[in-house]
């Protein structure tokens, strides 16, 4: 796939998706919190077609366990290859709650980055994954001749 200016943009497959996330381990949760849409950072591991991530009570687990269904992103960059990805997971959010799948979930090698209590387990089950994966363009490709020019402190 090519985009309006011409660059080639790569649909991923599913499998392809897949594999990006299993290395992952961060991303973006994006959740409907009354109003208007949030996003909260979240450590999450593969899980059998899902995505399981562990949190304290709070906004983005009452967001989540609601029936609005909730987004999962996350992206890197490939050296080698000097492309970048991103990967979307869309679904709906699950607490993990029957004893023998808690038991399983404890096992998951899930290590949140903040320290604290973190005894709600969610599962997402996705409805859609996505991917793309594209060439990154040379920074020096966007510099105009003000890129250079200081600016007031407070920006």
């Known amino acids: 796939m090519t985009d309006t200016d011409g660059n080639d943009v790569e649909e991923l497959a599913a499998n392809s998706c897949w594999e990006l996330l299993r290395d992952a381990g961060v991303g973006r949760l994006a959740v409907w919190v ?9 450590n999450f591991v593969v899980d059998h077609g899902t995505l399981v991530f562990r949190s304290a009570e709070g906004t983005k687990i009452a967001a989540a366990l609601t029936d609005v269904p909730v987004a999962v992103e996350t992206d890197g960059y490939d050296e080698s290859s000097a ?14 709650q029957q004893v023998q799948e808690l038991m399983d979930t404890l096992d998951l090698p899930l290590f949140p980055w903040q320290a604290g209590r973190k005894g709600v387990f969610v599962r997402v089950v996705p409805t ?5 994966r594209f060439p990154v363009t040379d ?10 020019t200081r600016r007031a402190p407070d920006e």
């Open 34 to 42: 009354e109003d208007h849409p949030d996003i909260f950072p979240v």
């Open 83 to 96: 492309k970048a990805w991103s990967v979307v997971v869309k679904g709906r959010a699950e607490r993990i």
């Open 128 to 132: 859609l994954v996505t991917g793309r």
């Open 139 to 148: 920074p020096g490709v966007w510099r105009t001749p003000l890129s250079e």
